[in-house]
């Protein structure tokens, strides 16, 4: 059984999708954009042996397709947060956090990765002071 979800847990990742963000926009482009293909690629492989067998590897093909389209496309950069969220869900659910010592951390994640995905799907235009 999934641990509950507190406001608590929601505001944390909340403010780190928010620092995260803040952060990235400081890379100049294209720099940032291929950045964030390259990130998205590693962060769709965080879970390989977080409990859900052979769906682990068939994930991480599809999130390095995704992320692969992503150099091209912010589009696509969204889409692998996106596919990156459903995880966090099974992650949740049924599988192992990615924090394991952070039983709710897999649910913040994915609150953290679908702003992130909202972000990326407008373009990842710079937040904060311009440059």
Same mark, same amino acid.
């Given at each position: ?30 720099? !940032?954009?291929?950045?964030?293909? %390259? ?24 999130? /390095? ?7 091209? /496309?912010? !589009?696509? %950069? ?18 192992q956090p990615i ?6 951390? #897999? ?6 990765? #679908? ?14 002071? !311009?440059?």
């Open positions: 059984m999934p641990h509950a979800f507190t406001v608590q847990d929601a505001a944390l990742a909340v403010a780190v999708a928010f620092v995260f963000v803040l952060l990235v926009s400081r890379l100049r482009e294209p720099t !940032r954009h291929q950045f964030m293909a %390259i990130f998205v690629a590693g962060a769709g492989s965080a879970y390989l042996g977080g409990g859900l067998g052979g769906w682990e590897f068939a994930y991480a093909a599809a999130a /390095s397709y995704a992320a692969f389209r992503g150099l091209a /496309s912010y !589009r696509w %950069i969204a889409a692998a947060w996106l596919m990156h969220v459903g995880w966090d869900v099974a992650h949740h659910l049924w599988g924090v394991p010592f952070v039983p709710t951390s #897999s649910a913040q994640c994915a609150v953290t990765d #679908s702003l992130l995905a909202v972000w990326f799907y407008y373009g990842a235009p710079t937040l904060g002071p !311009r440059r």
